[in-house]
């Protein structure tokens, strides 16, 4: 079965400064996986995903991540952090059934 | 039309009344989902419809029963619900059916619940 670990449940840094969310999976087969974002009170917006093609993806508002496959890790970074980038991040591998495995979420928290 | 739609924003009900949530995309897509999403936590699925019939219903209680009219619809009744239902109730589909691992889902604003 797959599953989803995302290593910090709070990750507070400066604006300008580096952002990097961890992420780790499990998976039995090549998987698909995505991060998704939510700000307060809203939906879910996707920021990137990887499905088996380049093992750099780059998504919007300057993210990117990484798929490692001896690592098993999918980790979210972007260069400098805005204001804008609080919100909630959840990274989300895809079963082969369609059926999406979410993380616990991490909160990104950005200080002037 | 990139966007998957919800009404209402908000609902406020009673433990006796009966309401529906509504969802509605344009995209094409063959697969709506319902999720439930309590605060600070990730969504849970609640129900998934594939082209157009029920698909998996991951035991959720019968006070929510799920409705699918057609391929761009899907509505969430909800009749004698408990204060703990009280959450943000999310939508989403994707273009295909359930089966394929690369199953992007795109969700909608959500529904603010709250049971008094």
């Known amino acids: 079965a797959q599953s989803v670990t995302q290593l910090d449940s709070h990750v507070s840094v400066s604006e300008g400064t580096p952002v990097l969310l961890r992420c780790n999976y499990s998976?039995?087969?090549?998987?698909?996986l995505f991060w998704y974002v939510q700000h307060p009170n809203k939906g879910l917006q996707l920021l990137l995903k990887y499905t088996s093609a380049a093992t750099l993806v780059k998504g919007i508002n300057g993210f990117e991540a990484e798929f490692k496959k001896s690592e098993t890790s999918f980790h979210l970074t972007k260069p400098s952090a805005h204001m804008s980038d609080a919100a909630e991040y959840f990274c989300v591998v895809s079963e082969y059934t369609g059926k999406l495995i979410f993380g616990q979420g991490t909160t990104l928290q950005v200080k002037p | 039309d990139t966007e998957v739609t919800q009404t209402p924003k908000h609902l406020v009900m009673g433990m006796t009344n009966k309401k529906s949530l509504k969802c509605e995309q344009h995209m094409g897509h063959r697969a709506m989902y319902w999720y439930k999403q309590k605060a600070k936590k990730p969504p849970e699925l609640m129900f998934v419809y594939s082209y157009e019939k029920l698909s998996i219903n991951e035991s959720v209680p019968s006070r929510f029963s799920p409705e699918c009219p057609n391929s761009s619809l899907l509505n969430l009744h909800l009749h004698a619900l408990q204060p703990e239902d009280s959450a943000l109730y999310l939508c989403a589909s994707s273009q295909a059916g359930l089966a394929g691992g690369n199953n992007e889902q795109f969700f909608g604003p959500g529904t603010r619940l709250t049971v008094l």
């Open positions: 998976s039995s087969y090549s998987p698909s």
